[in-house]
């Protein structure tokens, strides 16, 4: 998520396809080591939705269709 | 004639003076404090309302889909809380539940929905540095995404990242007592939709 822009494909890919997978997490790396947070949105239909946050690839479960990255929270006024 | 032209000539450097004189002079300020002009990006409503467009329809895709309706037809989401302590580390009373109203760029309001009572401002902000357009602002419906996320993920982590104010510090508590009352009606209203089915297409959130 970005200002101005809104929603920017990082990278896509298979996790079971080796070469894919060292693309996402190498984004993945570089995305977190900027100071971002990574969620997960699970769940799906009508039912209650939720987010899982996520700091390493590892956790991030493998049948996950996205992560999303935003910037991470500050103390407002 | 020569006289003539003279006076014309005086005119003109005259005028070109007194509009060029002003650029000119904050050109000389400028160079003498060593400072340049930094290239501030244009504002650009289209842009704005292109960004706006994608992080609705990311919005759409995250959160159910009476959490998108409320948002599209109320301009907030409530967000139930999971602490066992409540919000604002009051023991929670029998049973009692709280909850969160989530409006884009402004504070996360804590209240108890069995009595409307608010409970305080959660001032939070997720700015990117970065700064891509000039701006550290997401879009309203990428804010409000983020939040949702940080809240049903981690809520414990993110109200630690906040500042606690009381409430109606930033939310005009009567608007607040108004969107609550807002919300009740429009879930009744939503109760009474044979199937709860989307009762209009693709439309701006309220405000």
Redesign the interface.
């Known amino acids: 998520m970005k200002p101005g822009h809104g929603e920017v494909l990082l990278a896509e890919g298979d996790v079971e396809v080796a070469e894919d997978e060292e693309l996402l997490v190498a984004e993945f790396r570089r995305q977190i080591d900027a100071g971002m947070w990574a969620a997960v949105p699970i769940g799906s239909g009508a039912a209650r939705r939720e987010a899982v946050m996520v700091s390493s690839f590892e956790q991030v479960p493998r049948d996950a269709e996205r992560v999303i990255f935003f910037p991470r929270a500050a103390g407002g006024s | 004639m020569v006289l003539a032209l003279s006076a014309t000539l005086i005119v003109v450097v005259a005028l070109i003076w007194e509009v060029g004189w002003p650029g000119v002079s904050e050109w000389l300020d400028r160079r003498r404090a060593g400072r340049e002009r930094i290239p501030a990006p244009d504002y650009?409503p289209g842009?704005?309302q292109?960004?706006?467009?994608?992080?609705r329809?990311?919005l759409r895709?995250?959160?159910?889909?009476?959490?998108w309706e409320m948002y599209r037809d109320l301009g907030f989401i409530r967000v139930w809380g999971g602490l066992p302590q409540g919000a604002d580390d009051r023991p929670a009373a029998d049973g009692a539940s709280y909850a969160y109203l989530v409006y884009p760029h402004r504070?996360l309001l804590a209240y108890l929905p069995q009595t409307r009572e608010l409970l305080g401002e959660y001032?939070?902000?997720?700015?990117?540095?970065t700064?891509?357009?000039?701006?550290?602002?997401?879009?309203d419906?990428?804010d409000v995404?983020?939040r949702?996320?940080?809240l049903?993920?981690?809520e414990r982590?993110?109200l630690a990242?906040?500042?606690l104010h009381v409430a109606g510090r930033q939310v005009d508590p009567r608007r607040a007592t108004r969107d609550l009352w807002r919300l009740e009606e429009w879930e009744r209203r939503r109760m009474r939709r044979p199937g709860?089915e989307s009762p209009a297409a693709d439309t701006l959130p309220a405000r």
């Open positions: 650009d842009r704005e292109r960004a706006e467009n994608r992080a329809q990311l895709s995250c959160v159910s889909e009476e959490e504070p001032c939070v902000d997720f700015p990117d540095e700064r891509p357009y000039g701006s550290d602002r997401l879009p419906s990428d995404l983020a949702w996320m940080a049903t993920a981690d982590r993110l990242s906040s500042n709860g």
